[in-house]
């Protein structure tokens, strides 16, 4: 437990055997669980996290947010936290990431990145993508220098039924956030945290490309369900149910 809380450690995994090793020697003591979802992978994912005594669900739709789903809801703890399986992200900050949650009283907490290392020609335009993503994200919905494609996010249980994301791919990821943070029913927040992006353990399922142009329509398109959401909510306000 931390802060008095039961802790749920959720690590949507895709052939990450590499990565998921190495991240479930480091986890810190005070997590309660740990789940791995595996999400069709073909190597020893599955394997590998049950050795470690981890609860291995599968997953077989393929798809980020269909993997973080399936996650979220297996889950028992009062605070979930998820992180990609590819050992990228700081495991031993979980400790510091829902302390800060539960003291501070957020519903929903993002980590921001902070990259390690002198970054690669590959590297360099990944930043520089996601840059264009946080600006556009900025822009559209007025949320200052949120790190839409962070892996490493955390929620309190009661506040998930609040959240309704449908999104099964890579868009799962800002969709979540940005119904946190534009919530007026929610706290959510934002930590700055080390990332290892290169060397990465194993394979990037990553398509930088088609990824990022996929991931900067749908923005625009979640700008529109927003736009409708908040308008029909001030309409019931004003006007009351419809007969």
């Given at each position: 437990m931390i802060e008095g809380k039961r802790v749920s450690l959720i690590l949507p995994c895709l052939d990450e055997e590499n990565g998921l090793r190495m991240l479930l020697k480091n986890i810190p003591s005070a997590v309660d669980e740990t789940i791995v979802v595996d999400n069709g992978s073909t190597d020893k994912t599955a394997a590998i996290g049950r050795e470690a005594g981890a609860r291995v669900v599968h997953e077989p739709r393929r798809g980020y947010g269909r993997a973080c789903l399936r996650g979220l809801t297996e889950a028992r703890g009062e605070i979930l936290v998820v992180m990609d399986g590819d050992g990228t992200y700081p495991v031993n900050r979980v400790e510091t990431v829902v302390?800060?949650?539960?003291?501070?009283?957020?519903?929903?907490?993002?980590?921001?990145?902070?990259?390690?290392?002198?970054?690669?020609?590959?590297?360099?335009?990944?930043?520089?993508?996601?840059?264009?993503?946080?600006?556009?994200?900025?822009?559209?919905?007025?949320?200052?220098?949120?790190?839409?494609?962070?892996?490493?996010?955390?929620?309190?249980?009661?506040?998930?039924?609040?959240?309704?994301?449908?999104?099964?791919?890579?868009?799962?990821?800002?969709?979540?956030?940005?119904?946190?943070?534009?919530?007026?029913?929610?706290?959510?927040?934002?930590?700055?945290?080390?990332?290892?992006?290169?060397?990465?353990?194993?394979?990037?399922?990553?398509?930088?490309?088609?990824?990022?142009?996929?991931?900067?329509?749908?923005?625009?398109?979640?700008?529109?369900?927003?736009?409708?959401?908040?308008?029909?909510?001030?309409?019931?306000?004003?006007?009351?149910?419809?007969?």
């Open positions: 302390s800060k949650m539960v003291r501070e009283k957020y519903d929903f907490l993002v980590t921001r990145r902070l990259p390690l290392g002198t970054p690669s020609i590959r590297s360099r335009l990944r930043r520089l993508g996601c840059y264009v993503l946080d600006q556009t994200a900025r822009l559209l919905f007025g949320i200052p220098r949120m790190d839409t494609q962070s892996g490493f996010w955390a929620l309190r249980r009661s506040a998930l039924p609040l959240l309704g994301p449908g999104s099964p791919g890579m868009s799962f990821s800002e969709e979540i956030k940005i119904e946190a943070f534009t919530r007026k029913d929610m706290r959510a927040g934002q930590w700055i945290v080390e990332y290892r992006g290169e060397p990465r353990p194993g394979t990037s399922k990553l398509r930088p490309f088609r990824d990022g142009l996929s991931t900067f329509l749908f923005l625009w398109i979640q700008r529109g369900r927003h736009f409708l959401r908040i308008h029909g909510e001030e309409h019931h306000k004003n006007h009351g149910p419809t007969q």
